[in-house]
Antibody, heavy 120, light 107 residues
Framework: QVQLVQSGAEVKKPGASVRVSCKTSGYTFSDYYIHWVRQAPRQGLEWMGRINPNSGGTNYAQKFQGRVTMTRDTSISTAYMELTRLSSDDTAVYYC?????????????WGQGTLVTVSS | EIVLTQSPGTLSLSPGERATLSCRAS???????LAWYQQKPGQAPRLLIYGASSRATGIPDRFSGSGSGTDFILTISRLEPEDFAVYYCHHYGSFRTFGQGTKVEIK
């Protein structure tokens, strides 16, 4: 079965960077885009961007351009999201998610989420 | 940038009642790229509907989606206790956006 397992919670100081990992299993990693979505406390969902695990190509939401980098390691079927220059506004649960199918881009499979807390 | 506006913000209903949730886009979108998710506290979102009207695997048939252009609807025909949650619509074109959510709470 398809599984996405994310790294554990992080506490960071303002100005620092954080990298969250998303280890996948149960399917061919290179075949399906991975997206990153975040959710601030008591807020809605916010799309951050996506990576094509086959090519490494990325698309980022304009809000995060210049601060976010999405990468992948195909040898271990893992995607990464790094966010730099953190502020308290970046405190959120970060999710990775896989598209439903090669031709259907809805987010059908989700990781469990990683809480990132930014605090001095 | 496409903005999705969901209404109402909160829907207070009793088990067994019908829920109708709205999602309005700021410009016309392809129904092929409109999804609905359910989220319960402390959990990741779960895909309910994709392509505006197709149910994801394992989703009960009391959930249905409809609409086109700028107006989309998620209907829960008869609310079960486990359906009380927050629901998000999502446009998944080249760049993606979510609605702000509708909370379905027990009246």
């Amino acid at each position: 079965q398809v599984q996405l397992v994310q790294s554990g919670a992080e506490v960071k100081k303002p100005g620092a960077s954080v990298r969250v990992s998303c280890k996948t299993s149960g399917y061919t990693f290179s075949d399906y885009y991975i997206h990153w979505v975040r959710q601030a406390p008591r807020q809605g969902l916010e799309w951050m961007g996506r990576i094509n695990p086959n090519s490494g190509g990325t698309n980022y939401a304009q809000k995060f351009q210049g601060r976010v980098t999405m990468t992948r390691d195909t040898s271990i079927s893992t995607a990464y999201m790094e966010l730099t220059r953190l502020s308290s506004d970046d405190t959120a649960v970060y999710y990775c998610a896989r598209v439903l199918s090669i031709i259907q881009g809805a987010l059908g499979y989700w990781g469990q989420g990683t809480l990132v807390t930014v605090s001095s | 940038e496409i903005v999705l506006t969901q209404s109402p913000g909160t829907l207070s209903l009793s088990p067994g009642e019908r829920a109708t949730l709205s999602c309005r886009a700021s410009q016309s979108v392809s129904s092929s790229y409109l999804a609905w998710y359910q989220q319960k506290p402390g959990q990741a979102p779960r895909l309910l509907i994709y392509g505006a009207s197709s149910r994801a695997t394992g989703i009960p048939d009391r959930f249905s989606g409809s609409g086109s252009g700028t107006d989309f609807i998620l209907t829960i025909s008869r609310l079960e206790p486990e359906d009380f949650a927050v629901y998000y619509c999502h446009h998944y074109g080249s760049f993606r956006t979510f609605g702000q959510g509708t909370k379905v709470e027990i009246k």
